[in-house]
């Protein structure tokens, strides 16, 4: 990945993680130790209290890179559009 | 095969026809219904939100239903599943499975209600008669039902 490109993101919250966040969406510029899903979820919590009352059980929320599931050590690469929810409901 | 996601109620009926209509190699159709119950776990439900990711819905729905259709002898499959605000005893989802017999409509269905309810990003936000909302927690019953087509 090239290190000299800032990397804009859109990231999208749904359900709990939407309200506590408090924001639909937003785009943001990733620092560059900021490599995997974890590591994202890691630094939105130093963001204000509403992201780290979202993330404080990081195992619960879910992750879609491009809207495709994806596992915490997954690697952000060049994705557009990173989403974070809960478990889902539907059905 | 189609899948929707829709604000509108959907007419079993309807749906049925317009996916098998005329059509003579089909010797069994199974239809699964998902309505709002109005209570749960003993709490009173008035209401139902739903929300859902526009675009990977769809996209999930749809490689649900591919992998369904690559599973068992299909000749159709429908899945229509509703957004925005129901009621007890509203229609939340609709599943249609056509086949020569029945064995594979009946297990195609199951396998179809098991992936979406774990798979495709819905949430469901319930509302008691008081004016009291919060989101339904996700089920450990729904993840093992899944898991047992793995």
Redesign the interface.
Known sequence: MATDAKRRVRLVYFAWVREKVGLPSEDVELPEDVTTVETLIGWLKQRGPGYSDAFARPQVVRAALDKVHVKPATPLGAVREIAFFPPVTGG | MPVRVQVDDFDVTAETERLVGGRKDIGAIVTFT?RVRGEDDGRQVAALT????P??TE??MASIEAEAMARWPLQAALMV?RVGEMKAGDN??LVITASAHRSAAFEAAEFL?DY??????????ETTPDGGSA????RAG?EDAADRWR
Request: aromatic residues 14%.
């Open positions: 998902g739903l929300e859902h990711y675009g990977m996209t999930e599943h939340i989802v209600m979406l309810k774990t798979r495709a990003p819905f949430w469901k936000k989101w339904v927690e996700a729904d």
